[in-house]
């Protein structure tokens, strides 16, 4: 009997610097072979170190990282032949063609001379760039850099796919086609993908688990829905029409809401948490209708992977993603031997 | 060497030559600002070929040999600024990411170096015949002459290399520029050795490594082959390249740190 072995296995991960902060204080991590994990977080919070920790660019301070059975630190070339990854911000030459691009990528990977041609050809096809393929990558647009370095990270037929924030910056129609192939990479091919994102809606649409992590812990993990159910249940916000009757629509609301928690006003607007989930939105109706209050705006609120990460770190992740950005940035750019962050080795993990 | 490594530099040596002829701005004024140094120095230097003791009675051949290292000093920066731009944009993870030796990782980006170093050599000593320059050591000479000129810009390469994975931004590398062409102001560039009247100038210049490569390429013009002349300078490149080759592979090493 074959020993099951999980895509991505890490206990304790923690990565210090010697003059700069502990990017990633103990991170444990498990994903299984054909998943899409969703690592969701505010700049600064550890994403991008841990990332390039599992895909052997930088080594762990402490802590046990396997993928795809191997360890991180002492089987980097194992380790590296069963990953691919697209780190944040397309890093292409821009003086070369895709084309150019995919002979180099197949090349360095050792495909044969007829497989490079036929590999390169047929991912070019499958990101959508067979026609701009003889174009210099410094023309293309921030979709088609994004796509090209989809296609370059799948030139190996890797197992596991990182994707470190791959739709950072595009436009919606871009990131709907990235996140297509994604879903068709671990529906049809069964690759791992290991996804990093500050886009809530992007971890909620693509992954079936996610992780939050904050100031390099994870705080939450689970399935989105498994997430938000642990919050409790939506919330309906109404705005009177007549500003004189709110006293009447908090006193409304208050008779339907969920728990002790009063009615909240921000403005004209009254909100509470729903007794009965979404469905008691329709008794809200009645009761308003009842007592003949008319209203300008009745909106039902779902909880949403913000509402967790507000439960969780006290912060919303928008506003957490200002003016944090320094610790991570400041870690990625840290030496990997531990030295200062300025002299980070090969690229800053931001 | 494996066939799997030899591929490897072969793809990374395509990149580096394509990328070079790529960038006309980066092409252009190595090309073109050699000579107009040249052109000043010819014209405005003239009447140093009446010192007594001085080598020939043609200044354009005597100062001919300025542009060859011009160049290859200007190279420092375009080989160290290309590999740095790799380690800003994150190129050179990708490129960590894949099998690919360190070894051809540095191979590789010199071959961009020595294509841009034939192209100078080849235009320089055009430029300098159809000047008037005379080459006294002939056709085989011109070969000697491309040798010499690529290995130079073979070790001023690795200098370059070295920059870039020490300092790891392309600011930094630009930043060492004026430092690079000290080296060359301070050597035998206008006036031979012997001639120069400043002691603490001939000092500089006899211990300045510039002068030898000047003179060894010098020598093919105005002498045609000059044992010692050639030897010294093929000795101060390699030296110049095997201790810089040394040092970019260490700071390669410890900036790819990949696991």
Redesign the interface.
Known sequence: MTEHVASIEVAGLVKQYRKGPRAVDGVDLHVEAGEIYGFLGPNGAGKSTTVHMLTTLLPPTSGSARVAGWEVATDGPRVREQIGAALQEAALDPFLTAREHMRLQTALHGLGKADRRRRGEALLERVGLSDAADRKVGEYSGGMKRRLDLGLALVHGPRILFLDEPTTGLDPQSRSSLWEEVRRLAREEGVTVFLTTQYLEEADALARRVGIIDHGRIVAEGTPEALKAEIGEPSVEAIPADPARADDVERVLARLRSGEEPPRREGAAISVRLRGGATALADVVRALDSESIAVASLQLHAPSLNDVFLAKTGRKLEGAREGEADAEEGGAEAAPDGAAPAEHPARAPA | MSS?VR??I???A??SV??TL??PAQLVPSLIFPLFLFAINSAGLDSATGLPGFPTDSYVTFVLAVPFIQAALIGITNAGSDLAR???????????????SGF?LVAGQLAGVLALGLLQAVTYLAVGLAAGATLEAGVGGALVLMALSLTIAFGFGCIGLFAAFRL?TGEAVQGLFPVFFVFLFLSSMVLPRELIEADWFRAIATYNPVSYLLEGIRSLFIVGYDGEALALAFGCALGIAAIFLTLAITSMR??????
């Open positions: 799997d591929v490897q072969a793809a990374m395509r990149r394509v990328r790529r960038q790799d380690i800003e944009t994150g190129f050179l993870d990708r490129l960590a990411l894949t099998p690919m051809a790891g410890a900036r790819l740190v990949r696991t």
